[in-house]
């Protein structure tokens, strides 16, 4: 008997159960895979070669969760990109980075750019740190009652200090799209690019979807090696991060056991009471989910366990970001046309997606044919960095490819047609670096199907969910369960189908394990 299970040892996860644990709960962890870590892993997918095999990239993880899990000490170092993106267009190239060099770029190509994105840097002033308040809080929890009133009140008083033009430009970059923001400002395709490819990443939408201003901020609250705003590197990989979490969990108390891959949720008299694991029945006060809300009511809870209008919104809980991601060992680092000399561009987020309207065809082209006659790529080169992911004088680079669809059209199998995918990818980085296609030595694939069958990413969704306007803050996973208390007594949710959503961030495991803990006090203990 445990006071608590946790199903799927991701960093979510691992993130709830050692807050668990420090607090004196008996915590086992059941994980599917033979290690822990979710889609935060690192492969080694060719002798001498390894990179992270999902997620791929450092700045979203809460700064609370890396002090608190103290994971310096148990083995996290991060490192700084040089340059935090490199845009390759037509003829010509956009930096962008620390220390003015953005702001110079932009101005590089449109003068009046510049005061543009000054003015475009004061509402992310006025929006970001209003979201960046909320990642550790639960969200307001329509018809919660009394229980509801502290986090309504918070949010009140967040909103009571800004002014009228502050509340529009919050009320703009929650519900318009990314385009429709920036076009407002810029002039440059480049500059609009650089700012405009957040709102479609891990995102199966145009940039002129209305929502994707949200999903752009999204990726703009984090910090890395201390720098707010900063991309960074996880030395090792993104496995670096989850073992160093595992390491801290274990010393906190946590039980993690491997290759155990949950079958069933455990009911008894409307309420979660524990797990069927490997046909063993383990016992527990709370059962904690970090996987997709979709695959937790479709598979795991017994049918009739909640009510019809639960499992009929669950199964139609949204799933798919269309990512096709791909490792590939290199001979040698690639050489870009416009800017073909080695440099600190290469330890950039190069994004090869060079205009708004570029990145809408991808979103057009895939909805219509499946996938991206040009698809959007943001290819890392980690072993500029970390000289541990490859041998002396090689190289592994990151593709993160949209837009690729999880359902083909005719019923196509991803089975058959991912080799031939994969080389589109690496033929459209050529177009970008010619050369690159022959430096390729190996290459490890995950198809949205694959990525759904190895890391339970249902629909092949990174953020196990889509970062919609129906299914964020209070109505996410759904409205009434936002709280990370399932509409199931003594079930909870921790992974990124619950507030604030998708990413490396570790607030969803935080913010369970306070809404676990608080429940476990007599006067706020459920029935």
Aim: glycine share 12%; hydrophobic share 40%.
């Amino acid at each position: 008997m445990h006071d608590a299970i946790i199903i799927g040892g991701g960093h979510n996860g691992l993130t709830c159960a050692y807050y668990l644990a420090k607090k004196g709960l008996k915590v086992a962890i059941l994980e599917a895979q033979g290690t822990v870590g979710g889609a935060a892993v690192t492969d080694e997918f060719l002798p001498g070669f390894r990179n992270s095999a999902a997620s791929y990239t450092v700045s979203l993880l809460q700064p609370k969760v890396i002090r608190d899990m103290q994971l310096e000490r148990h083995g996290l170092k991060v490192v700084l990109r040089k340059i935090d993106n490199f845009l390759p267009g037509d003829g010509d190239y956009l930096l962008g980075g620390r220390n003015g060099l953005t702001r110079s770029e932009i101005v590089r190509h449109h003068a009046a750019d510049g005061d543009a994105y000054d003015r475009y840097m004061a509402e992310l002033e006025t929006v970001v740190p209003l979201i960046q308040k909320w990642l550790l809080k639960s969200p307001p929890e329509a018809g919660a009652g009394v229980r509801g009133l502290p986090s309504m009140l918070s949010l009140a008083n967040d909103m009571r200090g800004l002014s009228t033009d502050q509340i529009r430009i919050v009320h703009e970059y929650a519900t318009k799209s990314a385009g429709d923001i920036l076009d407002r400002h810029f002039k440059g395709d480049l500059t609009k690019a650089l700012f405009g490819f957040d709102g479609v990443v891990g995102n199966f939408a145009s940039p002129y979807t209305p929502g994707t201003a949200y999903v752009l901020l999204h990726h703009l609250f984090g910090e890395a090696a201390g720098v707010p705003g900063a991309w960074g590197h996880a030395i090792g990989g993104m496995g670096a991060i989850t073992q160093a979490m595992a390491r801290a969990a274990r010393e906190a108390g946590v039980d993690i056991v491997l290759n155990s891959p949950v079958e069933e949720v455990i009911v008894e008299r409307d309420r979660a009471v524990g797990v069927v694991a490997g046909g063993k029945a383990w016992r527990a006060a709370s059962v904690v989910a970090g996987v997709n809300p979709r695959l937790l009511f479709d598979k795991l809870i017994p049918k009739g366990a909640v009510p019809s209008a639960v499992e009929q919104h669950m199964t139609h809980w949204s799933c798919e970001s269309a990512t096709f991601r791909m490792n590939v060992a290199l001979s040698e680092l690639p050489r870009f046309t416009v800017l073909p000399e080695k440099g600190d561009h290469l330890t950039a987020g190069i994004i090869m997606a060079p205009s708004l309207d570029y990145m809408d065809r991808a979103f057009i082209d895939a909805k219509r044919d499946g996938w991206s006659k040009q698809p959007i790529i943001e290819m890392l080169l980690p072993s500029t960095l970390d000289d541990s992911l490859a041998p002396k004088g090689k190289h592994v680079a990151s593709l993160f490819c949209q837009h690729f669809r999880y359902q083909l059209p005719g019923n196509k199998s991803w089975d058959k047609v991912r080799e031939k995918v994969a080389d589109h990818v690496i033929a459209t980085v050529d177009s970008h670096a010619p050369g690159f296609a022959a430096s390729v030595i190996g290459r490890q694939i995950h198809s949205p199907l694959d990525l759904e069958r190895r890391f339970g990413l249902i629909g092949g969704d990174i953020f196990h969910g889509k970062m919609g306007l129906d299914q964020l803050f209070s109505a996410r996973p759904m409205v009434g369960a936002a709280d990370y208390r399932m509409p199931l007594a003594g079930l909870y949710l921790c992974g990124s189908g619950a507030h604030p959503g998708g990413g490396v961030t570790g607030a969803p495991g935080h913010n369970a394990a306070q809404a676990i803990l608080a429940d476990r006090k007599p006067w706020r203990r459920r029935a």
